[in-house]
């Protein structure tokens, strides 16, 4: 008994006016940890091929693995913070996050590091799904909630953008291990702060945890997406190598939703999902994300690679990303409420589509001021379509699936990174391999060619072991190859955004809720304004009447009739 008020006695401090604004700052500290590690890696990819010389598999791996297992762990250890403590999951996170950063960063084998990679994706499935459930709990208030989504997913995209700078000016100064060393002290800073500022919270002991669907859940996502790798690595759809997993993928995932249908008490309540709204927002989170890490994994090979830039110059060339994110994450509330979710998202797909076009102009030489034109569009675009689509997702689910709601949107984001690492990787890798089948014709060695066909970075390295004229042929081709693959990787990106744009269709039209609504006041409010935002917990709305209570002269019995107004305070509209 005595925890739970203390817990509430956190919570309802860390609500309050001075300090919910700090624990957001830490929430998005949080989530900027786990953005940047996921696009750090990026700049350092051409370093680490040439120190550990990884397979082409071994490679996407090593990029990959690690959101593809934070992905599939969402679940799992967003459901275990609901039972045990949100926060408590959280530090622990740190703690393993941390320790896997330093294993990483000596790591002398590609297995090693795709190993440290997982771990990573473990110590950011623990640290994701609280993020977005402790902002949900600490604004309850739509406007300022939006406020605050606005934040939160322009630091994700911060991260996800600032990752191929700040890796860039390690590799450059260092070696690629130091990309990892710079989780050291942010952990350092984020434990204790975590520790001391965040509240701690946990869901409805409703039942029983549903360990086995939520293992079903993450080996489902995992099949699915190795069968795709291995459909776009060449593999035929009735390869076993490739029909083997992605059927048994397929197979659990279904058993996965059956089971939570049947179940009393679900992990996931995937009735959700048969609101138009929800789905299409879940779904147009992946597609925003597919394309922001995918393209720019892309982009940073066709900086370094192509055009022989720096890893610093390469991030620096990546910045303008950065700032549009920003500036779209900071403006998203009033478009929001000025264009509504339907135009909002589907014209940020719209806007990312046409950078991606854009983008497509790109050749053998360096064209900056197109470029930087066209990373502020891609940045802007994404960045509008992701907060838009964040925001319906969260006001769509029921209240009392709040935190389901959240642990499917950390889901989306995540699974959206790997997928779009694994679906665009692996069009760029069937596109650049035809392109070098003439090398044999032309007295490359079939050997040197096959190599070759990995990878633009092992192209390089048989062109270096080759030299003289078979050397510059293979080099050239493999160029061309690569600029040819890029092109088409490039089309069936901005194919998947148009997509998005026309699924954005079935999101409202406007907000639910009009601007002004959450700060409606009947007269007997603005005697004495109820200050706690309500909350649909009985116990919390009794909380929020009795400090009201007590700051009224002189107490009258309509005072429970205040409980009406002050429970669309929170939200703004009834369903919500």
């Not at 700090?22 to 091929?49: F, I, K, N, Q, Y």
């Not at 991606?356 to 960045?383: E, Y």
Request: hydrophobic share 50%.
């Amino acid at each position: 008994m005595s925890g739970t008020t203390t817990a509430g006695v956190r919570l309802r401090k860390a609500a309050d006016d001075a300090n919910r604004w700090v624990v957001l700052v830490v929430l998005c500290l949080s989530l900027l940890v786990v953005a940047l590690d996921a696009t750090v890696l990026h700049v350092a990819v051409p370093s680490l091929t040439e120190d550990l010389r990884p397979s082409g598999t071994a490679l996407l791996w090593i990029v990959d693995a690690y959101p593809l297992v934070c992905a599939s762990l969402l679940i799992l250890f967003g459901t275990l913070g609901d039972r045990i403590g949100r926060r408590r999951v959280l530090l622990i996170g740190y703690a393993l996050f941390g320790a896997a950063s330093v294993l990483a960063a000596t790591a002398d084998s590609s297995g090693v590091l795709i190993a440290a990679r997982a771990l990573l994706g473990v110590g950011g499935a623990m640290i994701m799904p609280a993020t977005l459930s402790i902002l949900r709990q600490v604004f309850p208030d739509r406007r300022e909630r939006a406020l605050a989504i606005g934040v939160w997913t322009a630091v994700a995209a911060v991260g996800a953008a600032t990752g191929p700078v700040v890796g860039g000016f390690l590799v450059e100064h260092f070696w690629w291990g130091s990309v990892f060393l710079i989780n050291i002290p942010l952990m350092a800073v984020i434990l204790p702060l975590g520790r001391w500022l965040l509240p701690e919270s946990r869901g409805g002991d409703d039942g029983p945890w549903d360990v086995l669907g939520a293992l079903m859940a993450a080996a489902g996502v995992l099949g699915v997406v190795l069968g795709v790798k291995r459909l776009g690595g060449g593999a035929g759809l009735l390869d076993p190598v490739a029909l083997g997993p992605l059927s048994l993928g397929l197979a659990l995932l279904i058993l996965f939703v059956r089971r939570q249908k049947r179940r009393r008490h679900p992990l996931i309540d995937v009735s959700m999902f048969a609101r138009p709204a929800f789905s299409t927002a879940v779904g147009c989170i992946v597609l925003a994300m597919l394309a922001l890490v995918g393209l720019q994994l892309i982009a940073v090979q066709y900086l370094q690679l192509v055009l022989g830039l720096t890893p610093l110059e390469t991030g620096l060339r990546l910045l303008p990303l950065t700032f549009a994110a920003m500036a779209a994450g900071a403006t998203g509330s009033y478009t929001l409420r000025r264009f509504g979710p339907r135009r909002m998202v589907g014209w940020g797909f719209v806007l990312t589509a046409s950078s991606v076009l854009v983008l497509t102009t790109m050749g053998q030489h360096d064209r900056p001021a197109l470029l930087t034109a066209a990373f502020v569009l891609l940045g802007f675009g994404l960045q509008t379509t992701l907060f838009g689509a964040y925001e319906s997702m969260l006001s769509d689910a029921p209240p009392e699936r709040a935190g389901g709601a959240a642990a499917i949107g950390e889901t989306s984001y995540q699974l959206g990174a790997g997928l779009g690492i694994a679906l665009l990787g692996s069009v760029m890798n069937a596109a650049y391999a035809p392109g070098l089948a003439s090398l044999r014709e032309k007295g490359v060695p079939a050997r040197a060619g096959a190599e070759a066909s990995h990878s633009l970075g092992e192209a390089y390295q048989v062109a270096a072991q080759l030299g003289g004229p078979m050397g510059d042929l293979l080099r050239s081709t493999a160029r061309h190859a690569f600029i040819d693959g890029l092109h088409i990787t490039l089309f069936v990106s901005a194919g998947l955004l148009l997509l998005g744009a026309l699924a954005a269709l079935r999101l409202p039209k406007v907000m639910d809720c009009p601007p002004k609504e959450p700060c409606r006041r009947s007269e007997a409010e603005s005697a004495a304004p109820a200050e706690p935002a309500a909350s649909t917990d009985a116990a919390e709305a009794a909380e929020a009447v009795r400090p009201a209570a007590r700051n009224r002269p002189v107490p009258r019995p309509m005072l429970p009739a205040r409980r009406e107004p002050a429970e669309a305070a929170g939200s703004g509209r009834a369903a919500h």
